[in-house]
């Protein structure tokens, strides 16, 4: 285990487990293994919104609304639309949801119920899902750049990249 | 989350008398000294879990701590890839340090986590009259990030801190740097703390 970490991109606002934020400054989630790394972007705006998610249902807590898919995305569209963003010009992307252990996995599988319940709550706020990079057993980090039209890269351990 | 000064330093022995159980099969293994560093506690915040693991590719092999508490946490055996490259080299008898893991490799690093693990766990068994068994092991190679979240995510009870109770071992003569990480529930981690308290009392 190394402290603290050696990386650190002093342009872009790291976005922990459970954390969120609303802009149009670059952000980051680093080693999404079974959580969700969201985002949401509106062109006309060209504001955007990125929230880490651990987990499918908060069971009624209501301490980290960031932290669980049915508290994290209605929040986020509402801090949106509270800007002037409208749900049908809001374009969402999503990455994360991997089994990183399969021994493990088999019972829970908790990146796949991530992902699901994601797609469901977006498309219950009609919220067009553009592109997502899923599943899998890799982990995965993602820089979201809202002033760049709402790109979101996607890099891997392996130092494979792509865009979203 | 909060540990007093003297339960941080009742689990910290407990690690000092694990971890030198593991550095001592390490070292009968690699037929290498092994040094080993002071324990570490960490009580972490999920939202600041990047500041501990971070993008750097790891070999990670990871346990549930099962028996008498049937979900008791994980431990690992945390290494870099860099240093799991020496290591199998080491057992293997191979020297190229710039190439891919295979299943060979794959299966050497399981099978020094699980003897290193189960002697970590063997030792606190002894100390504690508290049987903690590993499960099957589970490795993955990638980001320790999204390896360690994903066990975070597994927790059966639903926190917003956890605690990082790492041990480091170093073999100098092979350049290999590896940790043993546990991470209890939050209500074993109260029953560990208890026992100990209590062997103090008397």
Same mark, same amino acid.
């Given at each position: 285990?190394? %402290? ?33 790394? $969201? ?10 919104? @990125? /929230?880490?998610?651990?987990?499918? %249902? ?6 980290? =609304? ?24 809001? #374009? !969402? ?24 319940? #994601? ?16 599943? +899998?057993?890799? +982990? ?25 | 989350?909060? $540990? ?10 407990? +690690? ?5 159980? !593991?550095?001592?099969?390490?070292? /009968? ?13 960490? #009580? ?8 501990? @693991?971070? %993008? ?13 508490? *049937? ?13 799991? /490259? ?13 190439? =891919?893991?295979?299943? @060979?490799? %794959? ?13 970590? $766990? ?6 504690? +009259?508290?049987? @903690?068994? *590993?499960? *099957?092991?589970? &490795? ?22 956890? &605690? ?5 071992? #170093? ?12 991470? =209890? ?18």
């Amino acid at each position: 285990m190394h %402290e603290p970490a050696t990386y650190r991109n002093e342009q872009a606002s790291m976005i922990g487990i459970g954390e969120y934020r609303i802009g149009s400054s670059p952000m980051v989630t680093i080693g999404l293994g079974s959580c969700i790394g $969201l985002t949401l972007y509106d062109p006309n705006l060209k504001l955007g919104a @990125m /929230v880490h998610i651990m987990l499918p %249902e908060s069971g009624g807590r209501e301490d980290r =609304p960031g932290k669980y898919a049915d508290t994290a995305v209605p929040l986020i569209i509402k801090e949106l639309v509270a800007l002037g963003c409208k749900n049908r010009s809001i #374009v !969402a992307k999503i990455a994360g949801g991997a089994c990183m252990f399969e021994y493990f996995g088999t019972g829970l599988n908790i990146g796949k119920r991530n992902a699901d319940k #994601v797609r469901i709550l977006l498309q219950e706020c009609h919220i067009q899902l553009a592109a997502e990079d899923v599943g +899998g057993k890799v +982990g995965r980090s993602v820089t979201f750049l809202p002033a760049d039209n709402g790109r979101v890269l996607i890099r891997r351990a392996d130092g494979s990249s792509n865009n979203l | 989350m909060k $540990l007093s000064d003297v339960q941080a330093d009742a689990i910290q022995e407990l +690690g000092n008398i694990g971890a030198a159980h !593991a550095a001592t099969t390490l070292s /009968v293994m690699l037929g290498s000294t092994i040094e080993m560093r002071v324990p570490a506690i960490k #009580v972490v915040d999920l939202s600041q879990l990047g500041e501990y @693991m971070g %993008e750097e590719s790891a070999a990670m092999v990871a346990f549930e701590l099962q028996g008498e508490i *049937p979900h008791g946490g994980y431990i690992l055996f945390y290494i870099t890839r860099e240093s799991a /490259v020496r290591l199998t080299n080491t057992m293997l008898g191979l020297t190229q340090i710039d190439r =891919p893991l295979d299943e @060979m490799d %794959e299966s050497a690093l399981i099978e020094v986590g699980n003897i290193m693990v189960s002697a970590f $766990l063997d030792a606190t068994a002894e100390l504690l +009259g508290l049987v @903690m068994l *590993p499960s *099957p092991p589970a &490795l993955t190679i990638d980001m320790a990030h999204a390896a360690m979240q994903s066990l975070i995510a597994q927790l059966q009870e639903e926190t917003n801190e956890v &605690l990082l109770f790492s041990t480091e071992l #170093v073999c100098e003569e092979h350049r290999i740097d590896s940790d043993i990480i546990m991470m =209890p529930e939050t209500s074993t981690l109260m029953r560990i703390v208890e026992l100990l308290e209590n062997m103090v009392k008397v």
